[in-house]
C-alpha cells in the first residue's frame, strides 16, 4: 500500500472522494446483509421505538466510558450515565422496558466495578472511544472508534467492550473477528506517524498524530465481554436454609456471605459450594486475543477490497436507482432476529404487505444523517 496523508483536506472538506472515508461498521454492515447496510448507512434510518436490548449496550458503554475517564471511579460515572440517558428520547419506549433498563444497568454495573476495581484502576488511560482515521491507498480512508487505549507495566493495549447474551459465543468469535485486526492495524499505523486520531483544539476537531503512543509496541488486545445479566443473591427457602439448586444464577462469594450472614454451617453446602467455586465466569470475561503480523495486514487489505465494493455499488445505485433491489439482497440468517433494527421492513415487504405503513410508522431518519 502507498500512504500519502494528506489529512487537512479531509478537515476542510476538501477530499472529492469522501465516501470512500470509510467506518469499520459500515463495512461490517454491508457484510453481514446488503438490506441492512441500504436502511442502515444509504438511507439512515432507525427505529423510533429503541430496542431495550440494544440500548444497553449503547447504554452500558457510555457508563464504560465515564468509568475509564474518571479513574474507575464508580459513582460519577453512574450519574453521568444517568445524565445522558435521561437526554435521549426514549418518549416511544414503555415505561416497563426504562425501568427494566435501569435495573439490569444497576444490577451490571455494580458487578463491574466489584470485579474489575482492583485491577483496572492501575491502567493509565490514554484514551476512550477513540475515533481514527487511516489512509488505506489512494484516497480509501479507514475510520473507526475504539473503546479504550490504556498502558499498563509500560505496554500499549487496547479493549473493546461487547454486552452479549453468551459468553461463550464471543469467545469463539474473537478468534477470527476482523474487526479487531483492523483496530490493532490501525494502532500500529498510528503508533508509526502514518494515521491520526481524532481531537478537540480550541474548539475545533482536527485529525492529529497521537504522541502518547508514537514510536510504541501495540503489546496487545482484550475482548471485554459483559453480559447482559448479572448474579443475584442465593435463594433463601421457608426453613431458613439455602437452596442448593446448582443452576442459580450466584456466585461462590455470594453464597459464602449469605451462609456466614444466616449463621448456618458451611460442612450442609460443601457440594455446592465446590460447584460455584468452580465454574467460569458466566457475567463477566477477557479474553487475550492474539494476531499474527500477517493477520493484521490481512484483515486491512480486505477492508480495502470491500470498500471498493462499496464504493462502486454507491456509485451504481445513484446512477441507476431502479438497480437498488438486486444491488442490496438480502442475507437471511440467524442475525435477522438477534441483531437486527429492520426485521420488521424486511417480513413486511417478503409477505407482501403494507411497507410504507411499517416504515412510517416504525422507523425516522437518524440525526447522524
Known amino acids: 500500500m502507498t500512504y500519502v496523508i494528506n489529512y487537512k483536506q479531509v478537515e476542510k472538506g476538501e477530499n472529492k472522494m469522501a465516501d470512500l472515508i470509510l467506518r469499520g461498521s459500515e463495512l461490517q454492515s454491508f457484510l453481514t446483509c446488503r438490506k441492512q447496510w441500504l436502511y442502515q448507512w444509504l438511507e439512515g434510518i432507525e427505529p423510533k421505538r429503541p430496542d431495550g436490548k440494544l440500548l444497553f449496550g449503547t447504554l452500558f458503554h457510555k457508563?464504560?466510558?465515564?468509568?475509564?475517564?474518571?479513574?474507575?471511579?464508580?459513582?460519577?460515572?453512574?450519574?453521568?450515565?444517568?445524565?445522558?440517558?435521561?437526554?435521549?428520547?426514549?418518549?416511544?419506549?414503555?415505561?416497563?422496558?426504562i425501568d427494566n433498563l435501569k435495573a439490569l444497568f444497576k444490577g451490571v454495573s455494580e458487578y463491574y466495578h466489584q470485579t474489575y476495581y482492583s485491577t483496572d484502576?492501575?491502567?493509565?488511560?490514554l484514551g476512550t472511544e477513540v475515533e481514527f482515521l487511516v489512509k488505506l491507498e489512494g484516497t480509501i480512508y479507514m475510520t473507526g472508534t475504539i473503546d479504550l487505549v490504556y498502558e499498563v507495566d509500560g505496554?500499549?493495549?487496547f479493549m473493546d467492550h461487547k454486552t452479549v447474551t453468551s459468553l461463550s459465543m464471543y469467545e469463539e468469535k474473537s478468534k477470527m473477528d476482523r474487526q479487531i485486526s483492523r483496530y490493532w492495524w490501525a494502532l500500529k499505523m498510528i503508533s508509526q506517524g502514518i494515521g491520526r486520531i481524532?481531537?478537540?483544539?480550541?474548539?475545533?476537531?482536527m485529525w492529529v498524530q497521537w504522541l502518547d503512543i508514537e514510536g510504541k509496541e501495540i503489546d496487545g488486545f482484550d475482548y471485554n465481554l459483559i453480559a447482559k445479566d448479572y448474579p443475584k443473591q442465593p435463594k433463601v427457602l421457608k426453613s431458613g436454609k439455602l437452596s442448593t439448586d446448582k443452576?442459580?444464577?450466584?456466585?461462590?462469594?455470594?453464597?459464602l456471605s449469605k451462609i456466614r450472614e444466616l449463621g448456618l454451617n458451611g460442612l450442609d453446602y460443601k457440594d455446592i459450594l465446590d460447584v460455584l467455586q468452580n465454574k467460569p465466569n458466566q457475567w463477566l470475561q477477557r479474553i487475550n486475543v492474539l494476531r499474527t503480523e500477517q493477520?493484521?495486514?490481512?484483515?486491512?487489505?480486505?477492508?480495502?477490497?470491500?470498500?471498493?465494493?462499496?464504493?462502486d455499488i454507491r456509485l451504481m445505485i445513484g446512477n441507476s436507482p431502479e438497480n437498488v433491489e438486486p444491488l442490496t439482497y438480502r442475507n437471511i440468517g440467524t442475525h435477522c432476529h438477534n441483531m437486527c433494527s429492520y426485521t420488521s421492513l424486511c417480513k413486511t415487504t417478503i409477505e407482501?404487505?403494507?411497507?410504507?405503513?411499517?416504515?412510517?410508522?416504525?422507523?425516522?431518519?437518524?440525526?447522524?444523517?
Not at 484502576?121 to 488511560?125: A, E, G, L, M, S
Not at 443452576?247 to 453464597?255: D, F, G, L, R
Not at 490481512?298 to 462499496?310: K, Q, R
Request: net charge negative; proline share 2%; charged share 30%.
Open 121 to 125: 484502576r492501575q491502567f493509565k488511560i
Open 295 to 311: 493477520e493484521l495486514e490481512s484483515a486491512a487489505f480486505e477492508f480495502l477490497y470491500t470498500a471498493g465494493d462499496i464504493h
Open 63 to 97: 457508563f464504560l466510558e465515564f468509568y475509564y475517564e474518571n479513574g474507575c471511579q464508580f459513582e460519577p460515572a453512574v450519574m453521568n450515565t444517568h445524565v445522558w440517558l435521561e437526554a435521549q428520547d426514549l418518549s416511544d419506549m414503555p415505561q416497563e422496558d
Open 247 to 255: 443452576s442459580q444464577k450466584t456466585t461462590y462469594e455470594m453464597y
Open 198 to 205: 481524532k481531537q478537540v483544539i480550541d474548539g475545533k476537531e
Open 155 to 157: 505496554k500499549i493495549r
Open 352 to 369: 407482501g404487505g403494507n411497507v410504507s405503513l411499517v416504515r412510517n410508522l416504525g422507523y425516522k431518519k437518524r440525526k447522524d444523517v
